[in-house]
């Protein structure tokens, strides 16, 4: 049961975003919804009234991203949850990325999150509470081929909030990474998923890869609102939550993979020491 919580959600438009700013809504919360274009928020207007606030926001643009988080606690009175959800995937092979999209992968992924939450930060430190929530993704634990600068992206969302919920925790603010596994929304579109400019020899690697996330495979993303509720509601929320099935034992396989090979190579770590 909700309490009548305020939500600021980033990338609100479409996704996840667009299904947790609904379902927030629908169970009587406020939310300071944002998108780069607000007009296609005008639905939730029509339908929620001044329960919801769209707002315009590129996350890339720090200056913009204190001012809209300013403006959302002036207009509900406090922030309870914010949840930076911008973000798209950026295809390519390490060899490919040019400069530019290597640049705007992290400004969009890592630094927007990173500037929505200083926004935020002074307000949840003076309220002695907040949760602050981060969409990573299964891609912020493991790493899978042509996903090289994404993966970048969201292993550096992983180490800034986990750093931040250190530094906050005395101050009453929780902080969770979402990472969730494959799911039926917009990512893989055209307008989500940005295409460096390929070289024909990893071509074949990036067929095989697609082959093996088909469609078959993809969660229902609409399925993801009552764990983000659980979440949220929740008087000590975990750190990391993983969303989807099939992501469990994939990561517990990394691990495992991982505890392995340090667990091999210990005695040449150890040596590493010196005295």
């Known amino acids: 049961m909700s309490d009548g919580k305020v939500w600021f959600i980033t990338g ?11 379902a927030a809504l629908k169970r009587g919360d406020k939310v300071i919804a944002t998108a780069r274009n607000p007009a296609v928020l005008e639905p939730l207007v029509n339908t929620y009234g001044k329960s919801v606030l769209p707002l315009a926001l590129d996350v890339t643009d720090r200056a ?3 001012e809209a988080v300013a403006q959302g606690r002036n207009a509900f009175g406090r922030l309870d949850i ?29 630094l927007g999150a990173l500037w929505v939450t200083q926004a935020a930060l002074p307000i949840l430190r003076e309220q002695k509470s907040g949760h ?3 969409v990573s993704s299964i891609g912020g634990v493991t790493a899978f081929p042509t996903f090289g600068m994404y993966h970048a992206s969201k292993w550096g969302l992983e ?5 931040l919920s250190q530094e906050v925790a005395g101050f009453g603010i929780k902080v969770t990474l979402i ?15 940005r295409s460096s400019q390929p070289i024909p020899v990893y071509t074949p ?29 929740a008087a000590e929320p975990p750190l990391r939550i993983l969303l989807g099935a099939t992501v469990f ?17 210990a005695s040449v770590s150890a040596e590493a020491q010196g005295t």
């Open 82 to 110: 914010v949840l930076n959800n911008a973000g798209y995937g950026q295809l390519g092979a390490v060899e490919e990325l040019s400069a530019a999209e290597a640049r705007a992968q992290i400004e969009t992924n890592l």
């Open 159 to 163: 180490g800034l909030m986990d750093a």
């Open 179 to 193: 990472e969730p596994g494959g799911y039926a929304t917009d990512f893989a579109d055209p307008s989500s998923l």
């Open 132 to 134: 602050i929530l981060a």
């Open 249 to 265: 034992p994939m990561v517990r396989k990394v691990y495992e993979e991982r505890l392995a090979v340090w667990d091999k190579w």
């Open 205 to 233: 690697i990036k067929e095989h890869l697609f082959a093996a996330f088909g469609p078959e495979s993809m969660g229902d993303p609409k399925a993801t609102s009552e764990a983000i509720f659980n979440v949220v509601d």
């Open 64 to 66: 913009a991203a204190f």
């Open 12 to 22: 609100a438009s479409r996704g996840f975003g667009r299904i947790w700013t609904e």
